[in-house]
Each structure stands twice: as structure tokens, then as C-alpha cells.
């Protein structure tokens, strides 16, 4: 998204000099991955306007560590082995329709197919390799978010362009990793991609040993930000090598080669044979776990897109909350600078001056905001991870539903969703679902601070102050006046049941019916309480925005619920993109339907098999040969003669066949 990391980028870029010496200056670069400083953020800010900061390869200056590994430029030099990987496993890849024979491309064969990275849709095996995968490019998807990817002199428009092309960069780049783990090749495909994994952790390595320090974190700032991609190639590492030993085995022979890609999965199988058993009399009782938090079902798998988006999405969390940490330094260190020149102020006026009282409100609320924002970062970060979890608990809830044919959990604008807007949903839902968390940690991290300076200004800081009577008496006023409020509602609610409504017409009754009773004095009541409800209207008037507003700040990382009203769900975009993902994954994935698609292959591939049985033995045979015309005929009598009704009801063909249904009446009867 265009502009979605304007807020963070100004603190993520590092003042760079041109080692150039062009005329204008280059455009602002990340500081992360670029040019680390031991020390402080203002010691290094300090240093760099001192001494100057310059680019990649050249001396070492006091104070700064400047690295032999340009992260960024081994980001555009990696495109020339990945291409080169593609080249290879396209190359092995059969194209499975060839052109025509006038058409150049004969040249190259059936060779040159096109390569997948992976199944968005249909893929359930090496689901966590593949989230894995996802998971190594989490430093590149939070170096576009902050939008770092400036390599040119651009117009602002022109924005939307550069990441476009830095998104195909970056995908470009780390396409190895998927298109490996992918391809059928699994002797080359296994060489290729541990070579590949290989030159990425060790340039990651070389870099985070040349500069360990930096200008954002500090101390080990390259550990800190680059240890979950570090942890993830190395477990690429070990796949790759898994692969090459068990494709080395089967090439020499030791094992038997693995069955392809079975077209009906076994959990999908599992699925369509739970529906066809007699449903129990007696559910089994769940535990706790299962019914309060989750219910491991064996029939359900989440596929490889959900896998990969939830690692992704944890991963970019954790570097964004480490650089929102870093931010918060740099604010904080800004705001001890403030603080000391108010506390010299108060010193050289002796606490006497007219703005000492502002300055000591002004100080307190620095503490007090600084308090409760660290406070405030676990439960943000608790928050926004039970909502990565309890979004897969909804994909398997609602692609169920869907399943089962029951679509009234879906607003009526969504229950007929357009075909092309689902398909680009699902290819917009993962990198939404990872921005949507992103920001919504900050948003709810924003509100909870809010909340937290609510409580701290209302509770904590009076007693502090030795005004905790007055604190009371005031809480003690506005519990009453809240109290005196809702009970006069639940009054009018118990007056209108007591006295203005019929008695109920059966004893089983829940309720008394919706029938008038006594209306003079209904009326009555209405008029009297209709100037007093002009009033309680405007408090919960206020009371509605304050719960939507909360609310909707609450729920804005949950991509699967909307916030919008009724009627107006069509205007947000992310639960567009999660509906039109939950329609593309039930039509391409519903067990029955995979089911049904199953037994017609599996039973056409069956006849056509016993036809080239059928055709060989009859090339083999040296006796009397049938013709199918005969043996056909064969087969009607003998099925007339074991159903004598159908006699009836074929068509006459002539008098023999009449003569022919004549004899098979008469020898039915008889």
C-alpha cells in the first residue's frame, strides 16, 4: 500500500552523504541493513554529522562501522543466480502443450515450461517448508513497508511504481526458495536451492559479523533484526540437504521412488467419509481447551497460503515492534532533552516563576506517558498475536460453513461475490492480512496508552498527590449518577412489562406477547418521559461513538470481521479480500466436490486402462475375434431376458424386432 509507512520511515532512514560527490543529494536510504554505529542513537547521529557518514566499501571511521556487505546491493546482484535458477528449472520442466509447428518455439522442444513458486490454492503437503520460506523474506517485506526502496529520483506519484518494482524484486529474488521446494526434480532442485539458501546465510552472517552494532538498536542490532531470517535459512538449509540425500537414494536405488501428488488429499477423503458415518447419538465430551480456545479436527488442514501467512506475519510483527521500540527511544531521549531544560528553568527560578506549576504538568506527563507506553507493549503484542491465531480458527469455521452450503454468517452483498474480484483476493489476502497487523498493533498499542493515561490521571496520580479522598468522592459521584441513570432505563423497561402489556396467553411462554394493555396510561408515560429522553439521547448519543470508535480501533487488525456498518460492508476492502479468498478456497477445495472430480478421474482412467487390456488381448489372440456389434447385441438379450418389463419399452425397428419382442413376451410368460 502506497504511503503506508510514512509514520515510520523518517526514523528508519540514516543520513547519508554522497560518496559520489553529485550535485543533488541521494534519496533517503533505511537504516536498516545500511550503515551500523556502536553506541547510542545520538552518539551516532552526532558522529555522522561530525565526521560524515559515506557508503559502503570504503574506510572505517572512528565510531562507525561500515561493512565490506551492502544488503540492499546484494538484494539487486542476488537476481543473477536466482535467474539463473529459474532458467534451469524451467528448462527441466515439460511443457505439457506445444505450440504449433510454424510457430518459432519448436526450437526449444517441449522444454522451458513454466515453473510455479507454490499452490495458493491446492497446496497441503510441506506446508510449514513453505511458511518457512515465506518467513526469510520478512527483513525485505519490512525494508518495503517502511518504504526504503528508493533506488531513483522519483515524483511522489510515481510512488506506487517503485514498490511495484520493488515488490517484484524482492519476489524475484527469494523465488529459488519456493520454485525449489516445488519443482519435481528433487536431485537438482535440492543442489540448487541449498546453494542458493547457502550464499543467503552466509552474506547474512558476514554481514552481521562485519557491523553487530548499529544506529536504530544499538548494541547487536544485527542479531536482533536479522535472527528470525537467519533461523529460517537455516532450516531451508536443512531441507534442502533432507531432499538431496533422499533423491540421492532413490537415484541409486536404496528407496522407491514416492508416489506423485495424490489428487484427493486424505484429510479431504477423511472429510467426506465423517459425512457419510451415522452421526452419534451422544457427542463426547470436550475439555476445556477445546472448548474454550481450539479443536484439533484431523478431517481439516489449513493450506500452504495460511501457513506462510501467519509466519510471515509473526516475524514482520516482532521487527516491527523492535523498530516502534527503537522509535520510542529516539522520542524518549528527545523528550529528556525537553525535561532538562524545564528543570533548569524551575532551578534558576527557585520553583517561584510563573510557569513553574505548566512545567511540572509538562514533566509529569512525560513520565506518566513514557510509564504506560512500555507498559502497554505486551498486551498490543498479545493482542495482535491471539488475532493471528483466532484468524485461522475462522478460515476453518467459515470455509466449513461454506462447505455445508450455509452462507447466513456472510452480509447479503457478499453471498454472490464477483468471480474476478475473488480471484485477485486471494492474491491481494496475505500481504493485506501481514499490513493490517502491522498497523493495527499500532493502533491498538495507541489506544491502549490512551486507556492506560485515562486510569493513570483518574486513579493512580491523586492518590500520589495525596488526593485520593477527593478522587473517591468524585468516582463515588460518578458511579452514582451512571447508577441513578441505568436504573431509571431498567425502570421504564420494568413499568412497560408490569403494566402495559398483556399477560401471557399459555404458561409455557417465554414472555408476554408484543399486545397493548391499559393505553391511556401508556400514552401517559410516554408524554411525561419524552423530554427526559430528549436528554438520556444525547449521552448515548456519545456512548454509541465511544463504543464504535473503541471497538472499531479493537478489531481493526481483524481482517476476517468487519467494522463497518450494515449495508456498508462493500467499503472495506479487507474483508472483501477475506470473503473472495474463503469463496476461491471452497470452490477449488471442498471435499466433495474434490471428491466427486476423484472418482470420475480414478474411474475414467480405469476404462480406459481395461480398454487397452481388452485391446491388447485381442492383438494376442490367434482364435475367432467378436465384434463389438455382436457382443453388444449379446449382452441386450441377456438383459431383456433377466428384465422382462423392459421388453415394452424399446423402440420398434422394424418387423423382425417386432417378430424378436413377439418371441421374448412369449418366452417371459411362459
Excluded at 479431504?268 to 475439555?287: G, Y
Excluded at 524518549?332 to 517561584?352: F, P, Q, V, W
Excluded at 483518574?458 to 441513570?485: D, F, Q, Y
Amino acid at each position: 500500500m502506497v504511503g503506508s509507512g510514512k509514520a515510520v520511515a523518517p526514523v528508519l532512514r540514516a543520513p547519508l552523504r554522497s560518496a559520489r560527490g553529485a550535485a543533488s543529494p541521494p534519496a533517503p536510504r533505511p537504516l536498516i541493513g545500511r550503515v551500523c554505529t556502536a553506541g547510542r542513537p545520538q552518539t551516532a547521529a552526532r558522529a555522522g554529522r561530525k565526521r560524515g557518514v559515506v557508503g559502503s566499501g570504503t574506510r572505517q571511521l572512528n565510531g562507525t562501522c561500515v561493512g565490506s556487505v551492502d544488503m540492499e546491493l546484494f538484494l539487486h546482484y542476488s537476481l543473477i543466480p536466482s535467474i539463473f535458477i529459474i532458467l534451469v528449472l524451467s528448462f527441466l520442466q515439460r511443457r505439457g502443450h506445444r505450440r504449433q509447428r510454424d510457430d518459432t518455439s519448436y526450437l526449444l522442444g517441449s522444454h522451458f515450461g513454466i515453473i510455479m513458486p507454490l499452490d495458493f490454492v491446492g497446496t497441503f503437503s510441506n506446508r510449514w517448508s513453505y511458511g518457512i520460506a515465506f518467513g526469510a523474506t520478512a527483513n525485505k517485506i519490512m525494508f518495503l513497508f517502511s518504504e526504503g526502496y528508493q533506488p531513483l529520483q522519483i515524483p511522489q506519484w510515481a510512488q506506487a511504481f517503485v514498490l511495484l518494482i520493488g515488490g517484484i524484486e524482492v519476489g524475484l529474488s527469494h523465488f529459488p526458495f519456493f520454485a525449489c521446494l516445488s519443482s519435481e526434480f528433487r536431485l537438482v532442485s535440492a543442489i540448487l536451492g541449498f546453494s542458493y539458501s547457502l550464499i543467503w546465510f552466509s552474506v547474512t552472517v558476514l554481514y552481521i559479523t562485519q557491523c553487530p552494532h548499529g544506529q536504530l538498536v544499538g548494541k547487536y542490532e544485527g542479531i536482533i533484526l536479522y535472527w528470525p531470517s537467519l533461523l529460517c535459512l537455516a532450516f531451508l538449509l536443512g531441507r534442502f540437504l533432507h531432499m538431496f540425500v533422499k533423491s540421492l537414494r532413490v537415484h541409486l536405488g536404496w528407496e522407491l521412488q514416492a508416489e506423485e501428488k495424490p489428487f484427493l488429499e486424505v484429510h479431504q477423503a477423511e472429510h467426506v467419509k465423517q459425512l457419510l458415518r451415522k452421526a452419534p447419538l451422544q457427542e463426547r465430551k470436550k475439555s476445556w481447551f477445546q472448548t474454550r480456545i481450539y479443536e484439533w479436527d484431523p478431517c481439516f488442514q489449513f493450506p500452504s497460503r495460511m501457513i506462510g501467512t501467519t509466519v510471515l506475519a509473526f516475524i514482520c510483527l516482532y521487527l516491527f515492534i523492535v523498530i516502534e521500540f527503537c522509535v520510542f527511544v529516539y522520542v524518549r531521549d528527545k523528550m529528556a532533552m525537553l525535561e532538562g531544560e524545564l528543570e533548569n528553568y524551575i532551578t534558576s527560578t527557585n520553583g517561584t516563576g510563573t510557569l513553574t506549576p505548566a512545567a511540572l504538568q509538562v514533566k509529569e506527563l512525560f513520565d506518566v506517558t513514557q510509564g504506560v507506553w512500555v507498559a502497554t507493549i505486551l498486551p498490543a503484542s498479545l493482542t495482535c498475536a491471539n488475532y493471528l491465531f483466532h484468524i485461522l480458527a475462522c478460515y476453518r469455521e467459515h470455509i466449513k460453513r461454506l462447505w455445508s452450503g450455509n452462507k447466513n454468517f456472510l452480509p447479503l452483498t457478499f453471498r454472490n461475490p464477483s468471480s474476478s474480484e475473488s480471484v485477485v483476493a486471494i492474491a491481494r489476502y496475505s500481504g493485506w492480512q501481514i499490513a493490517y497487523i502491522l498497523w493495527g498493533y499500532l493502533i491498538i498499542h495507541v489506544m491502549q496508552s490512551l486507556c492506560g493515561m485515562v486510569v493513570m490521571y483518574s486513579l493512580v496520580l491523586p492518590i500520589i498527590h495525596n488526593k485520593g479522598l477527593e478522587m473517591l468522592r468524585g468516582l463515588g459521584i460518578g458511579t452514582l449518577t451512571v447508577a441513578v441513570v441505568v436504573g431509571i432505563m431498567i425502570l421504564q423497561v420494568w413499568i412497560a412489562a408490569s403494566f402495559f402489556l398483556q399477560p401471557k396467553m399459555g404458561t409455557a411462554d417465554k414472555q408476554k406477547p408484543l399486545a397493548l394493555n391499559n393505553r391511556k396510561a401508556f400514552h401517559n408515560f410516554n408524554y411525561f418521559l419524552f423530554f427526559y429522553n430528549v436528554l438520556l439521547g444525547l449521552g448515548a448519543c456519545l456512548f454509541r461513538l465511544l463504543i464504535s470508535c473503541v471497538l472499531g480501533t479493537w478489531l481493526i487488525a481483524r481482517i476476517d470481521r468487519t467494522i463497518m456498518q450494515n449495508g456498508y460492508e462493500r467499503a472495506d476492502m479487507g474483508f472483501r479480500a477475506w470473503i473472495g479468498m474463503l469463496y476461491v478456497d471452497h470452490y477449488h477445495t471442498n471435499p466433495v466436490l474434490v471428491s466427486f472430480c476423484h472418482i470420475l478421474m480414478t474411474g475414467h482412467r480405469e476404462r480406459k486402462l481395461q480398454q487397452a487390456i481388452k485391446y491388447w488381448r485381442l492383438s494376442q489372440s490367434t482364435g475367432p475375434r467378436v465384434s463389438a456389434r455382436s457382443r453388444t447385441r449379446w449382452l441386450l438379450l441377456q438383459t431383456l431376458i433377466n428384465n422382462p418389463s423392459l421388453i415394452m419399452f424399446r423402440k420398434p425397428k422394424g418387423h423382425g424386432s417386432q417378430e424378436f419382442t413377439q418371441i421374448l413376451l412369449t418366452c417371459s410368460e411362459s
